[in-house]
Protein backbone atom coordinates (compact mmCIF):
# COMPACT_ATOMS: atom_id res chain seq x y z
CA UNK A 1 0.00 0.00 0.00
CA UNK A 2 1.61 2.99 -0.75
CA UNK A 3 5.58 4.35 -1.26
CA UNK A 4 7.89 1.37 -0.67
CA UNK A 5 4.37 -0.44 0.89
CA UNK A 6 4.94 1.85 3.68
CA UNK A 7 1.00 2.46 4.11
CA UNK A 8 1.04 6.34 2.84
CA UNK A 9 0.90 8.27 -0.21
CA UNK A 10 -1.21 5.39 -1.90
CA UNK A 11 -1.98 6.03 -5.56
CA UNK A 12 -5.05 3.93 -5.51
CA UNK A 13 -6.64 5.11 -2.57
CA UNK A 14 -5.75 2.22 -0.07
CA UNK A 15 -4.60 5.26 2.97
CA UNK A 16 -6.12 8.64 3.07
CA UNK A 17 -4.11 11.77 1.75
CA UNK A 18 -2.35 12.27 5.20
CA UNK A 19 -1.48 8.19 5.42
CA UNK A 20 -4.51 7.29 7.93
CA UNK A 21 -7.30 4.77 7.72
CA UNK A 22 -10.05 4.59 5.48
CA UNK A 23 -12.37 1.91 4.21
CA UNK A 24 -10.06 0.28 1.68
CA UNK A 25 -7.39 -0.33 4.34
CA UNK A 26 -10.47 -1.59 6.50
CA UNK A 27 -10.89 -3.88 4.19
CA UNK A 28 -7.49 -5.19 3.36
CA UNK A 29 -6.89 -5.10 7.33
CA UNK A 30 -9.46 -7.52 8.16
CA UNK A 31 -8.26 -9.80 4.66
CA UNK A 32 -4.72 -9.94 6.43
CA UNK A 33 -6.14 -11.12 9.92
CA UNK A 34 -8.37 -13.75 7.76
CA UNK A 35 -5.56 -14.90 6.02
CA UNK A 36 -2.81 -15.71 9.08
CA UNK A 37 -3.58 -18.67 11.60
CA UNK A 38 -5.17 -17.14 14.57
CA UNK A 39 -2.36 -17.94 16.89
CA UNK A 40 -0.47 -15.76 14.70
CA UNK A 41 0.30 -11.64 14.86
CA UNK A 42 0.63 -9.15 12.24
CA UNK A 43 2.74 -6.14 12.24
CA UNK A 44 0.97 -2.83 11.27
CA UNK A 45 3.12 0.12 9.72
CA UNK A 46 2.07 2.37 12.03
CA UNK A 47 1.06 2.35 15.78
CA UNK A 48 -1.52 5.22 14.98
CA UNK A 49 -3.22 2.76 12.33
CA UNK A 50 -4.04 -0.03 15.20
CA UNK A 51 -5.30 2.41 17.20
CA UNK A 52 -7.61 4.15 13.97
CA UNK A 53 -8.42 0.26 13.21
CA UNK A 54 -9.22 -1.24 16.93
CA UNK A 55 -9.55 1.05 19.35
CA UNK A 56 -7.17 4.01 21.22
CA UNK A 57 -6.78 2.34 24.69
CA UNK A 58 -3.24 0.36 24.69
CA UNK A 59 -3.64 -3.42 25.17
CA UNK A 60 -4.67 -4.50 28.63
CA UNK A 61 -2.63 -7.68 30.30
CA UNK A 62 -5.95 -9.67 30.47
CA UNK A 63 -6.82 -9.32 26.93
CA UNK A 64 -3.05 -10.35 26.09
CA UNK A 65 -2.22 -13.87 23.63
CA UNK A 66 -6.09 -13.79 23.50
CA UNK A 67 -8.38 -14.39 20.28
CA UNK A 68 -8.82 -10.72 19.73
CA UNK A 69 -7.69 -8.77 16.79
CA UNK A 70 -5.92 -5.95 18.97
CA UNK A 71 -4.21 -9.28 21.04
CA UNK A 72 -2.68 -10.56 17.40
CA UNK A 73 -1.95 -6.92 16.01
CA UNK A 74 2.19 -5.31 16.91
CA UNK A 75 4.20 -2.41 15.07
CA UNK A 76 6.36 -2.36 12.09
CA UNK A 77 6.82 0.72 12.97
CA UNK A 78 10.17 1.87 10.83
CA UNK A 79 12.38 4.21 11.61
CA UNK A 80 10.99 5.26 14.63
CA UNK A 81 13.84 7.08 15.95
CA UNK A 82 14.61 9.15 12.71
CA UNK A 83 12.16 12.07 14.17
CA UNK A 84 11.43 12.43 10.55
CA UNK A 85 8.17 12.45 8.76
CA UNK A 86 5.85 9.25 9.93
CA UNK A 87 7.42 9.30 13.30
CA UNK A 88 5.39 8.84 15.83
CA UNK A 89 7.18 9.50 19.04
CA UNK A 90 6.21 13.26 19.01
CA UNK A 91 3.00 12.33 19.40
CA UNK A 92 1.79 12.59 23.37
CA UNK A 93 0.13 9.17 23.45
CA UNK A 94 2.65 7.35 21.60
CA UNK A 95 5.64 6.49 24.31
CA UNK A 96 2.48 5.57 26.88
CA UNK A 97 0.93 3.36 24.24
CA UNK A 98 4.01 1.68 22.86
CA UNK A 99 5.36 0.32 26.46
CA UNK A 100 1.87 -1.00 27.23
CA UNK A 101 1.49 -2.93 23.93
CA UNK A 102 5.48 -4.18 23.50
CA UNK A 103 5.58 -6.78 26.17
CA UNK A 104 2.29 -8.78 24.43
CA UNK A 105 3.10 -8.23 20.39
CA UNK A 106 5.64 -7.44 18.02
CA UNK A 107 7.71 -4.29 17.77
CA UNK A 108 9.92 -4.51 14.82
CA UNK A 109 12.24 -1.33 13.71
CA UNK A 110 13.65 -1.30 10.69
CA UNK A 111 16.04 1.86 10.66
CA UNK A 112 17.73 4.03 8.68
CA UNK A 113 20.01 6.52 10.22
CA UNK A 114 21.33 8.34 7.31
CA UNK A 115 18.20 10.75 6.98
CA UNK A 116 18.55 11.02 10.31
CA UNK A 117 18.62 14.52 11.82
CA UNK A 118 20.55 14.29 14.38
CA UNK A 119 22.98 11.85 15.98
CA UNK A 120 22.44 9.14 18.33
CA UNK A 121 24.46 8.11 21.20
CA UNK A 122 24.51 4.25 22.54
CA UNK A 123 22.51 4.79 25.45
CA UNK A 124 19.93 6.49 23.78
CA UNK A 125 19.37 3.91 21.06
CA UNK A 126 19.74 1.12 23.55
CA UNK A 127 17.07 2.97 26.02
CA UNK A 128 14.88 3.15 23.09
CA UNK A 129 14.62 -0.05 22.07
CA UNK A 130 14.38 -1.54 25.45
CA UNK A 131 11.46 0.49 26.30
CA UNK A 132 9.78 -0.88 23.19
CA UNK A 133 10.50 -4.24 24.34
CA UNK A 134 11.45 -4.34 20.54
CA UNK A 135 11.46 -8.02 19.13
CA UNK A 136 13.79 -7.11 15.68
CA UNK A 137 16.15 -4.89 13.76
CA UNK A 138 16.92 -4.98 10.56
CA UNK A 139 20.35 -3.11 10.45
CA UNK A 140 22.61 -2.35 13.29
CA UNK A 141 26.05 -1.84 10.94
CA UNK A 142 24.96 0.88 8.90
CA UNK A 143 24.00 3.21 11.67
CA UNK A 144 25.39 6.02 10.44
CA UNK A 145 24.70 8.46 12.38
CA UNK A 146 25.34 6.23 15.21
CA UNK A 147 28.00 6.13 17.82
CA UNK A 148 30.14 3.36 17.35
CA UNK A 149 30.05 0.41 19.14
CA UNK A 150 26.31 0.39 19.66
CA UNK A 151 25.64 -2.80 17.16
CA UNK A 152 27.53 -5.47 19.47
CA UNK A 153 25.23 -5.17 22.34
CA UNK A 154 21.88 -4.66 19.97
CA UNK A 155 22.64 -7.96 18.63
CA UNK A 156 23.02 -9.11 22.20
CA UNK A 157 19.72 -7.87 23.57
CA UNK A 158 17.16 -7.41 20.76
CA UNK A 159 14.15 -9.55 21.22
CA UNK A 160 14.30 -12.13 23.88
CA UNK A 161 17.34 -14.01 25.67
CA UNK A 162 16.64 -16.06 28.04
CA UNK A 163 19.24 -18.08 30.23
CA UNK A 164 19.24 -20.64 32.73
CA UNK A 165 20.27 -20.05 36.04
CA UNK A 166 18.93 -23.42 37.95
CA UNK A 167 17.28 -26.36 37.16
CA UNK A 168 16.05 -29.24 39.97
CA UNK A 169 14.80 -32.62 39.46
CA UNK A 170 14.53 -35.58 41.46
CA UNK A 171 17.22 -38.07 40.55
CA UNK A 172 15.26 -41.53 40.82
CA UNK A 173 11.89 -42.27 39.77
CA UNK A 174 9.29 -45.10 38.63
CA UNK A 175 7.51 -45.33 35.26
CA UNK A 176 3.89 -43.20 35.99
CA UNK A 177 5.53 -41.45 38.41
CA UNK A 178 4.56 -37.87 38.88
CA UNK A 179 7.33 -35.15 39.03
CA UNK A 180 8.26 -31.69 39.63
CA UNK A 181 10.61 -30.06 37.22
CA UNK A 182 11.74 -26.33 38.34
CA UNK A 183 13.47 -24.19 36.27
CA UNK A 184 14.82 -20.64 36.88
CA UNK A 185 15.49 -18.87 33.88
CA UNK A 186 16.62 -14.93 33.64
CA UNK A 187 15.73 -12.91 30.42
CA UNK A 188 18.53 -10.95 29.51
CA UNK A 189 17.19 -9.09 26.07
CA UNK A 190 15.02 -6.40 25.46
CA UNK A 191 11.62 -8.65 24.31
CA UNK A 192 10.01 -11.65 25.22
CA UNK A 193 8.03 -14.83 23.25
CA UNK A 194 4.62 -13.55 21.37
CA UNK A 195 3.60 -16.67 19.83
CA UNK A 196 2.23 -19.79 21.10
CA UNK A 197 4.82 -22.13 22.82
CA UNK A 198 4.84 -24.84 24.91
CA UNK A 199 8.15 -26.91 26.48
CA UNK A 200 8.84 -30.37 26.48
CA UNK A 201 10.71 -32.71 28.50
CA UNK A 202 13.12 -35.06 26.75
CA UNK A 203 14.78 -38.13 28.16
CA UNK A 204 17.44 -39.67 26.47
CA UNK A 205 18.76 -42.85 27.44
CA UNK A 206 22.31 -43.10 27.82
CA UNK A 207 23.46 -46.28 26.29
CA UNK A 208 20.51 -46.72 23.66
CA UNK A 209 20.12 -43.21 22.87
CA UNK A 210 16.37 -43.18 22.47
CA UNK A 211 14.62 -40.22 23.62
CA UNK A 212 10.99 -39.73 24.77
CA UNK A 213 9.11 -36.52 24.52
CA UNK A 214 6.88 -35.27 27.71
CA UNK A 215 4.69 -32.51 26.73
CA UNK A 216 3.97 -29.71 29.17
CA UNK A 217 0.70 -27.81 29.53
CA UNK A 218 2.62 -24.83 30.69
CA UNK A 219 1.94 -21.40 28.20
CA UNK A 220 5.49 -19.84 28.23
CA UNK A 221 4.82 -16.54 27.24
CA UNK A 222 3.40 -15.69 30.82
CA UNK A 223 5.36 -18.39 32.27
CA UNK A 224 8.77 -16.75 31.47
CA UNK A 225 10.42 -13.99 32.78
CA UNK A 226 9.95 -10.25 31.53
CA UNK A 227 12.90 -8.51 30.06
CA UNK A 228 15.32 -7.90 32.76
CA UNK A 229 13.77 -9.73 34.97
CA UNK A 230 14.19 -13.79 36.77
CA UNK A 231 11.75 -16.35 37.50
CA UNK A 232 11.59 -19.91 38.88
CA UNK A 233 8.78 -22.03 36.99
CA UNK A 234 7.71 -25.25 37.84
CA UNK A 235 6.60 -27.69 35.52
CA UNK A 236 4.52 -31.02 35.99
CA UNK A 237 5.88 -34.10 34.18
CA UNK A 238 4.29 -38.16 34.60
CA UNK A 239 6.93 -40.36 33.75
CA UNK A 240 5.30 -42.90 31.11
CA UNK A 241 4.26 -45.98 32.19
CA UNK A 242 6.24 -48.07 29.86
CA UNK A 243 9.46 -46.09 30.24
CA UNK A 244 12.24 -48.87 30.08
CA UNK A 245 14.41 -48.41 33.30
CA UNK A 246 17.66 -47.20 32.74
CA UNK A 247 19.88 -43.70 33.26
CA UNK A 248 18.34 -40.96 31.60
CA UNK A 249 20.19 -37.88 30.46
CA UNK A 250 16.93 -34.86 31.19
CA UNK A 251 16.97 -32.00 27.90
CA UNK A 252 14.36 -28.86 27.61
CA UNK A 253 13.22 -28.48 24.94
CA UNK A 254 10.98 -25.24 23.26
CA UNK A 255 9.94 -26.16 20.13
CA UNK A 256 7.37 -24.09 17.79
CA UNK A 257 3.65 -24.85 18.20
CA UNK A 258 3.02 -25.06 14.36
CA UNK A 259 2.96 -28.81 13.41
CA UNK A 260 4.79 -27.57 10.47
CA UNK A 261 7.55 -26.45 12.35
CA UNK A 262 7.93 -28.05 15.84
CA UNK A 263 10.31 -30.85 14.64
CA UNK A 264 12.81 -28.12 13.40
CA UNK A 265 15.59 -27.49 15.87
CA UNK A 266 16.08 -23.78 13.92
CA UNK A 267 12.67 -22.71 14.72
CA UNK A 268 13.29 -23.75 18.47
CA UNK A 269 14.24 -21.48 21.59
CA UNK A 270 18.05 -22.07 22.19
CA UNK A 271 19.03 -20.92 25.79
CA UNK A 272 21.52 -18.19 26.17
CA UNK A 273 24.00 -20.77 27.78
CA UNK A 274 27.39 -22.20 26.42
CA UNK A 275 27.31 -25.88 26.34
CA UNK A 276 23.60 -26.39 26.72
CA UNK A 277 22.77 -26.53 22.59
CA UNK A 278 21.71 -29.93 20.88
CA UNK A 279 21.01 -29.21 17.53
CA UNK A 280 20.03 -32.85 16.60
CA UNK A 281 17.07 -33.04 19.55
CA UNK A 282 16.42 -28.76 19.34
CA UNK A 283 16.87 -29.25 22.85
CA UNK A 284 18.48 -27.50 25.70
CA UNK A 285 20.98 -30.29 27.70
CA UNK A 286 20.19 -29.80 31.90
CA UNK A 287 23.18 -31.46 32.69
CA UNK A 288 20.97 -33.72 35.12
CA UNK A 289 20.39 -37.68 34.81
CA UNK A 290 16.78 -39.47 36.30
CA UNK A 291 17.24 -43.45 37.02
CA UNK A 292 13.95 -44.93 36.06
CA UNK A 293 13.48 -48.43 37.63
CA UNK A 294 10.80 -50.38 39.60
Not at 74 to 85: A, R, T
Request: hydrophobic share 40%; aromatic share 8%; with cysteine.
Amino acid sequence: IGAWGEWHSSSSGNVTADGGINDNSRRIFAALMQALPADRMLALRYASHKRALLGTAPLAPAQAFGALDRARVGFHDESFLQQKWGSEQTFDWYPGYITAEGPFVPSVEAFDSATRNTSLSCSELHSALASRRSDFINDVDGMALVQTGCAAEVRRRIGYRYRLIDSQLATRARPGQALTLSLTIANDGWGALFNPRRPQVLLQERTTRQVVRIDASIDLRAALPAPGATRTLDVALQVPTALASGSYDVLLALPDASPRLAAQSRYAVRLANDGLWRADLGANALMRSLDIGP
